[in-house]
């Protein structure tokens, strides 16, 4: 390992353990990643969405054995989504429990695989997670270059291995820089930046977070319908402005007019001043943009990096 990786550590927001005799094929018709063949192993990335096709949470989802699972989501807390699960469990044999005291460490970098190797024995492929030190380890979601996730069941064995790759000579990032990156990768917070009132094709998620091809689940019909026949009307964006940061959430207008085109939604201090996401009108995406009458520029837009 060299000085050529970095780390973060967070707290989830959610971390549940969910099982049952049904519980494969509940979770296949609740989540938006394709889960129809689990075998342990498995760890998918996708969304929770109401019957209208709504972003109401992401997380991912790792599968222990066939009738076991666990769910680890960053922007929504663990009650909450499991009462969204439980609204839908009619007659299926699943139980929940929410998990207390995980942490989360985010490995990246140039040496990020080697780091990884290290740290668990082994570098966990795309689609699967290994165990080790304490910690189930997959790659990550939220950078451009080689990043891992390892989410530890209590504190002791995350300080145990942030202790490891600072003698390796490892340096701590802050969260500002880790939301940079992330934005810069195109990867969008969830509910944060794209939420309850929004589709995910609208951040370029359909078929990447969303599988077009597994057969029903919640909210599918106004999914497909948009991605097989229609086009979003509106669009997640990169944006950057001079000064100070604007407070949030903030309209945007063009110049000359009253009527709000989109608004700001998440925005990270810069060395010359500030980038972050806005959801703007596809049809209003021409020059002189402002934000508290301030211009700002519109970026690309926001989905995963190729």
């Given at each position: 390992m060299?000085?050529?990786?970095?780390?973060?550590?967070?707290?989830?927001?959610?971390?549940?353990?969910l099982?049952?005799?049904?519980a494969a094929t509940f979770l296949n018709s609740q989540f938006s990643a394709d889960l129809r063949t689990p075998e342990a192993g498995l760890c998918v990335y996708g969304l929770w969405l109401n019957a209208k096709g709504k972003v109401q949470a992401d997380s991912w989802v790792w599968c222990r054995d066939p009738e076991s699972f666990e769910i680890l989501s960053m922007g929504t807390a663990g009650?909450?989504?499991?009462?969204?699960?439980e609204r839908h469990i009619?007659?299926?044999?699943?139980?929940?429990e929410v998990l207390e005291g995980s942490t989360l460490l985010m490995v990246q970098g140039k040496d990020a695989e080697g780091a990884v190797a290290e740290l668990f024995g082994a570098v966990p492929e795309a689609g699967g997670f290994i165990e080790g030190?304490?910690?189930?380890?997959?790659?990550g979601r939220r950078a451009r270059g080689a990043h891992f996730d390892a989410c530890f069941g209590d504190s002791t064995a995350a300080e145990a291995a942030v202790a490891t790759l600072q003698a390796a000579g490892a340096q701590a990032v802050e969260g500002v820089a880790i939301e940079l990156e992330r934005i810069a990768a195109g990867y969008p917070a969830i509910p944060g930046e794209l939420g309850t009132a929004?589709?995910?094709?609208e951040a370029g998620l359909v078929g990447e977070a969303v599988c077009t091809t597994k057969g029903c689940?919640?909210?599918?019909?106004?999914?497909?319908?948009?991605?097989?026949?229609?086009q979003a009307r509106?669009?997640?964006?990169?944006?950057?402005?001079?000064?100070?940061?604007?407070?949030?959430?903030?309209?945007?207008?063009?110049?000359?007019e009253e009527r709000p085109v989109g608004e700001l939604r998440s925005a990270y201090a810069t060395d010359s001043g500030w980038t972050g996401v806005a959801i703007l009108k596809l049809n209003r995406m021409g020059a002189g943009l402002l934000c508290d009458g301030a211009p700002i520029t519109a970026g690309e837009a926001m989905g995963p990096v190729r």
């Amino acid at each position: 390992m060299t000085k050529l990786v970095s780390f973060y550590k967070a707290r989830p927001a959610c971390h549940l353990r969910l099982w049952g005799e049904d519980a494969a094929t509940f979770l296949n018709s609740q989540f938006s990643a394709d889960l129809r063949t689990p075998e342990a192993g498995l760890c998918v990335y996708g969304l929770w969405l109401n019957a209208k096709g709504k972003v109401q949470a992401d997380s991912w989802v790792w599968c222990r054995d066939p009738e076991s699972f666990e769910i680890l989501s960053m922007g929504t807390a663990g009650e909450n989504l499991r009462e969204m699960l439980e609204r839908h469990i009619i007659a299926d044999e699943v139980e929940m429990e929410v998990l207390e005291g995980s942490t989360l460490l985010m490995v990246q970098g140039k040496d990020a695989e080697g780091a990884v190797a290290e740290l668990f024995g082994a570098v966990p492929e795309a689609g699967g997670f290994i165990e080790g030190a304490g910690a189930v380890c997959y790659p990550g979601r939220r950078a451009r270059g080689a990043h891992f996730d390892a989410c530890f069941g209590d504190s002791t064995a995350a300080e145990a291995a942030v202790a490891t790759l600072q003698a390796a000579g490892a340096q701590a990032v802050e969260g500002v820089a880790i939301e940079l990156e992330r934005i810069a990768a195109g990867y969008p917070a969830i509910p944060g930046e794209l939420g309850t009132a929004d589709l995910p094709g609208e951040a370029g998620l359909v078929g990447e977070a969303v599988c077009t091809t597994k057969g029903c689940f919640l909210g599918q019909e106004s999914i497909l319908r948009m991605h097989n026949l229609g086009q979003a009307r509106r669009g997640l964006y990169r944006v950057s402005g001079e000064g100070s940061l604007p407070e949030l959430p903030a309209a945007l207008r063009q110049d000359g007019e009253e009527r709000p085109v989109g608004e700001l939604r998440s925005a990270y201090a810069t060395d010359s001043g500030w980038t972050g996401v806005a959801i703007l009108k596809l049809n209003r995406m021409g020059a002189g943009l402002l934000c508290d009458g301030a211009p700002i520029t519109a970026g690309e837009a926001m989905g995963p990096v190729r």
